[in-house]
């Protein structure tokens, strides 16, 4: 299945891809007000997690039937036009939230779908190598293209042999 954001239709649609030259859209949910701006989607299991950028949530649909999802719960993340949700990503027992005008982070636990909880607002990502629009930073990105991290210092080499000192035993 494919699990499909629409900010301007306020809804999230579930499309059935099996085959890729008819996909067909098995089931949706929509609503002006629960889904008010909905722009990312991330499946975890049996749920979508779902950020809308029009009132500043997060919204839980259990998609365990495909055919007729369910929302579970709304928390809000933000209060103002600054706290615009933008992103997601999900780990574990947790939801993360990137704000498309503040460059902020919101962690929020959804170890119980039911009632989610914010574990941190608004955590500043303007670090130097942060991506604000993003969940990965500049490094992130050139991890994922092969490079290597650097390991720190190495050991000093003998310059007599060109070769690290031996160690005592």
């Known amino acids: 299945y494919a699990y499909v954001a629409s900010q301007t239709s306020d809804s999230l649609q579930i499309v059935d891809i099996s085959t890729s030259t008819a996909p067909i859209i098995v089931g949706s949910v929509a609503s002006t007000t629960a889904l008010n701006g909905a722009i990312a989607v991330h499946v975890s299991g049996k749920y979508a997690y779902l950020a809308n950028t029009d009132d500043h949530s997060l919204r839980i649909i259990d998609i365990s039937n495909p055919v007729n999802p369910i929302l579970v719960s709304t928390i809000n993340v933000g209060t103002s036009d600054a706290d615009l949700a933008h992103t997601l990503a999900v780990s574990g027992a947790y939801v993360y ?66 070769r690290r000192p031996s160690r005592a035993l």
């Open 97 to 162: 939230i990137t704000s498309d005008n503040n460059d902020a982070l919101y962690v929020v636990k959804v170890s119980n779908p039911a009632a989610p909880a914010i574990e941190l607002v608004g955590a500043e990502l303007r670090q130097p190598g942060a991506d604000p629009g993003g969940l990965r930073g500049r490094r992130g990105r050139e991890r994922q293209r092969g490079a290597r991290a650097p390991r720190g210092r190495e050991r000093p080499r003998s310059p007599a042999h060109g």
